[in-house]
Every structure is written in C-alpha cells, then in structure tokens.
C-alpha cells in the first residue's frame, strides 16, 4: 500500500488541517480539501475532458457521413474521420477508467480519515458527551455515514457535469431539430415533479431505516454490556424478544 493511502498518513494531514479550519462553518469539508484536494479536482478535470470529447463525437459521425454521402470526397478522408473517431472513444473510455479510478481512491481515503477520527474522537468522549451520543449513533457515523461519503466520491462531479451535458445536447438538439426539441423539454419538465416525490420518499425511508439501526445497535450493545446481569436474573427470554422486535422493525 501506498504511504498515501494509509490511514496514519492521512489522519496526521487532517488533524494539521483541522486546526487551522476548525472553527469554520464547513471546516470538515475544508479539511478533507487540504488533505485530497488535488486528487478531487483532478479528478474533476478528467471529468469535465472527458465529456467534452463525448461530446465531440456527434460532429465526427457527422462528418464521417457526409464524406459516405459525397462520391467525389477523396478516400483519404474517411480514414481520417474513422481514426479520428477511434481515438476519441478510446481516450474517453481511458480517461472515465483512469477518473473512476481517481474518485475511488479519494472516498477510501476519506472515508479512511473520517472513521479514525470518529474512532479517536469516541474514545476519548466525556461521561457528559457520552450521554448526548448513543452508540448506535456513533456506530451509524463509522459505518453508514462515511460509506455512503465514499460512494458519493465516484458521482460527485456528476453534480455539474450532468448541467453541461444537458444543456450541449439541448442546443444540438434545437439546432437539428428546431422546435421540435420543445416536446422533449415539455416532457422532462413533468417528470420533476415525480423524481422530487421519489427522491423526498426515498429518503424519509433512509431516515427510518437509521434511526432503526440506532434503536438495534442500541439494545445490542444494552445486552452485550449487561450480560452477566441478565445471565443472572434469567432475562434471557426478554431480551431476546427485545431484539427480535428490533430486528423485525428494521427489516
């Protein structure tokens, strides 16, 4: 493994970065970029060169047939656009491999960061603190949380580069078709509401299904810590329907 990737490396980097943003508003953020800012925006440019040379494509068949098209174009030309198109789909499955590849390391290393914090951080919680915090919650944050920030970092630039596909291929659109490519708007225009009501929908069930977790990990940990205790009044058989309803309610 590379000294980059390691967690101790990685954590030495944000803790310096942390005092330095720690009392910002987003000073979480602001330290992840100090520590894999290069590697996210690089990430970012990849992104962006390879959508540019997608987007290129449609001009190259264009071309390509408007020379099948011409008796009288020289033969020489259609090599040309033919080799033309050839590099340009390679380069694009090159650099979307080598950008996923990029992203990928970036949400390990975050992710990386995140839960050796939260560990540290937990470990050395107050009494007081301890009472505001379950451990299901800080289990939910190790876990959950920063899995699904390491998913994110594969689909994150897709946030602005979804934009810019739409609206290049909204203009080629109306200028081969005209007004015609309005029906299409139209009907892209009446599916938001139905995405908003899916994606609202989908997560208040993410916030069910958390605050389930919670409540499972919680009595878990409630009969793991008190296990003598229960062994002794013979609590068995309560408990284990305890958890069982836990069990049932999060599935």
């Known amino acids: 493994m590379k000294k980059e990737d390691t967690a101790a490396y990685l954590l030495e980097k944000y803790k310096k970065a942390w005092i330095k943003f720690r009392g910002a508003k987003y000073g979480v953020l602001l330290s992840l970029n100090a520590v894999l800012g290069w590697s996210f925006w690089y990430g970012?440019?990849?992104?962006?060169?390879?959508?540019?040379?997608?987007?290129?494509?449609?001009?190259?068949?264009?071309?390509?047939l408007t020379y099948l098209s011409d008796t009288r174009a020289p033969v020489w030309s259609g090599y040309f656009w033919c080799l033309i198109l050839f590099i340009t789909q390679l380069l694009v499955a090159f650099i979307n491999a080598h950008q996923s590849d990029i992203m990928a390391r970036v949400g390990m290393r975050a992710r990386s960061v995140l839960v050796s914090q939260i560990y540290q951080k937990a470990a050395t919680m107050s009494n007081k603190a301890r009472l505001?915090?379950?451990?299901?919650?800080?289990?939910?944050l190790m876990s959950i949380d920063?899995?699904?920030?390491?998913?994110?970092?594969?689909?994150?630039?897709?946030?602005?580069s979804a934009v810019i596909q739409i609206i290049v291929c909204l203009a080629f659109l109306f200028?081969?078709?005209?007004l015609a490519v309005f029906a299409g708007i139209g009907v892209m225009i009446l599916l938001f509401p139905l995405q908003i009501v899916v994606v609202r929908t989908f997560a208040k069930y993410r916030v069910m299904f958390l605050k389930?977790?919670?409540?499972?990990?919680?009595?878990m940990s409630e009969m793991l810590n008190g296990i003598r205790i229960i062994k002794f009044f013979c609590w068995e058989d309560s408990y284990k329907k305890k958890i069982y309803a836990c069990q049932s309610c999060h599935c």
């Open 132 to 140: 505001k915090r379950t451990v299901g919650e800080v289990t939910n």
């Open 44 to 64: 970012g440019f990849l992104r962006l060169v390879a959508d540019l040379l997608t987007l290129v494509t449609p001009f190259i068949t264009s071309f390509l």
């Open 175 to 178: 200028y081969y078709l005209q």
């Open 146 to 160: 920063t899995q699904r920030l390491s998913d994110a970092a594969l689909y994150i630039h897709m946030a602005w």
């Open 212 to 219: 389930q977790t919670d409540i499972r990990i919680r009595a």
